[in-house]
């Protein structure tokens, strides 16, 4: 099984849809849990930590569930500039940063 | 947030030649600096990890002697691809740790491309 998977898209929505992405990952001992945005030839973002109470940013909502081992992401109002990949990231056991191979999201007006 | 620069952001070369990527941590000393490697619609994966003044650390199937990483300062590594060959071509991307916290800051990252 792989140590984190999402669905690669893309996700085409209307602008103001709300969009939603999860990622699951396979070691319960993983912790320290983000959502990264990488634009198209871009380094990635950090977007937002993950806690476990689920927290807000604005339009951006992030979930954690550790009895399924799943993170989530949701959008509210997509704005044209939402349109990036969304990479689930989690510090591994050992300490280091693990990269989901990202969620592509293509936002239309 | 802290600013990690590298230089070139794009090169573009022959194979069998060598290439040098620079890491530089702006305002802040780096006292943990990583190499990552992406390849189209493909999650980053880390390479190696180095520290300032000790040898780097490479993860597993990663060619010490192809990828040479040399952290001398607080301030800079380098990453150079040995005898670059065309399945080299990626997005090479670092990141720097400094001395507090846990956070690591990603330069913009350098685009190789070997004919």
């Given at each position: 099984r792989k140590e984190v998977e999402q669905d690669p898209g893309p996700f085409n929505v209307p602008e103001g849809a709300t969009v939603a992405f999860n990622c699951t990952y396979?070691?319960?001992?993983?912790?320290s849990f983000f959502w990264y945005r990488q634009d198209c030839r871009k380094e990635p973002k950090l977007l937002m930590s993950v806690y476990s109470s689920g927290n807000e940013d604005g339009r951006f909502t992030a979930q954690l569930n550790r009895a399924s081992q799943y993170i989530s992401l949701l959008i509210r109002d997509?704005?044209?500039?939402?349109s990036a990949t969304y990479l689930c990231v989690f510090y591994n056991q050992g300490g280091k940063l693990i990269f989901g191979q990202g969620t592509e999201l293509s936002v239309k007006p | 947030g802290a600013v990690v620069s590298q230089h070139p952001s794009w090169v573009i070369c022959k194979s069998g030649t060598s290439v040098k990527i620079e890491c530089r941590s702006l305002d802040f000393q780096a006292t943990t600096m990583f190499w990552y490697r992406q390849f189209p619609k493909q999650s980053l994966m880390l390479m190696a990890t180095s520290n300032e003044g000790s040898k780097a650390t490479y993860e597993q199937g990663v060619e010490k002697d192809k990828f040479l990483i040399n952290h001398a300062s607080l301030t800079l590594s380098t990453l150079t691809v040995t005898?670059?060959?065309?399945?080299?071509?990626s997005f090479y991307i670092c990141s720097a740790r400094g001395v507090i916290g846990n956070e690591q800051f990603f330069g913009p990252g350098t685009r190789l491309t070997v004919l």
């Amino acid at each position: 099984r792989k140590e984190v998977e999402q669905d690669p898209g893309p996700f085409n929505v209307p602008e103001g849809a709300t969009v939603a992405f999860n990622c699951t990952y396979s070691n319960s001992a993983s912790q320290s849990f983000f959502w990264y945005r990488q634009d198209c030839r871009k380094e990635p973002k950090l977007l937002m930590s993950v806690y476990s109470s689920g927290n807000e940013d604005g339009r951006f909502t992030a979930q954690l569930n550790r009895a399924s081992q799943y993170i989530s992401l949701l959008i509210r109002d997509s704005k044209l500039s939402d349109s990036a990949t969304y990479l689930c990231v989690f510090y591994n056991q050992g300490g280091k940063l693990i990269f989901g191979q990202g969620t592509e999201l293509s936002v239309k007006p | 947030g802290a600013v990690v620069s590298q230089h070139p952001s794009w090169v573009i070369c022959k194979s069998g030649t060598s290439v040098k990527i620079e890491c530089r941590s702006l305002d802040f000393q780096a006292t943990t600096m990583f190499w990552y490697r992406q390849f189209p619609k493909q999650s980053l994966m880390l390479m190696a990890t180095s520290n300032e003044g000790s040898k780097a650390t490479y993860e597993q199937g990663v060619e010490k002697d192809k990828f040479l990483i040399n952290h001398a300062s607080l301030t800079l590594s380098t990453l150079t691809v040995t005898s670059a060959h065309p399945e080299d071509s990626s997005f090479y991307i670092c990141s720097a740790r400094g001395v507090i916290g846990n956070e690591q800051f990603f330069g913009p990252g350098t685009r190789l491309t070997v004919l």
